[in-house]
């Protein structure tokens, strides 16, 4: 192999893994319900609101990070919570209540989404979320005991 195939060759293996890296990263986590309530408790979620919360995130996300879903008044919800961009967020640059890029819901590390998520529901309670109202009000909970 002649220098310019081998430098054209290295360059080629760096780029991959620069791509296969990035997307690692920035890889969306699907939790399992265990997983999701563990992750949870980790962030301070009360114990006593724990089944409320799986409820939650699997009926507006299906526990998913990276889902993304356009509302027909033009705004975006985003991540795990789906945190809207009307109010919350900002999509492309800090912004919202909860001063964040909308964007930023969309890794698998839930820290920003948490704190943002508790702000919602210290100011509106559950009934911020559709997911909730319509699926989890008033009905059999998710059973996290043996989490």
Not at 26 to 52: G, I, V, W
Not at 134 to 143: F, M, V
């Amino acid at each position: 192999m002649n220098f310019k195939n081998f430098c054209i060759t290295r360059y080629l293996v760096l780029l991959l893994l620069l791509i296969f890296n990035f997307l690692a990263k920035n890889q969306a986590k699907m939790f399992t319900r265990c997983q999701l309530a563990k992750e949870l408790l980790r962030h301070d979620f009360p114990r006593s609101y724990l089944s409320n919360w799986v409820c939650l995130v699997e009926n507006e996300s299906g526990r998913s990070t990276s889902k993304v879903t356009q509302l027909p008044n033009q705004s975006v919800s985003y991540g795990l919570f789906q945190i809207n961009s009307k109010n919350w967020c900002r999509k492309g640059r800090k912004g919202g209540i909860c001063n964040i890029k909308c964007e930023d819901f969309l890794s698998d590390e839930i820290s920003d989404d948490s704190r943002c998520a508790m702000q919602i529901f210290n100011r509106h309670g559950f009934q911020a979320w559709p997911g909730w109202v319509n699926k989890c009000r008033g009905r059999a909970l998710p059973d996290v005991s043996r989490c």
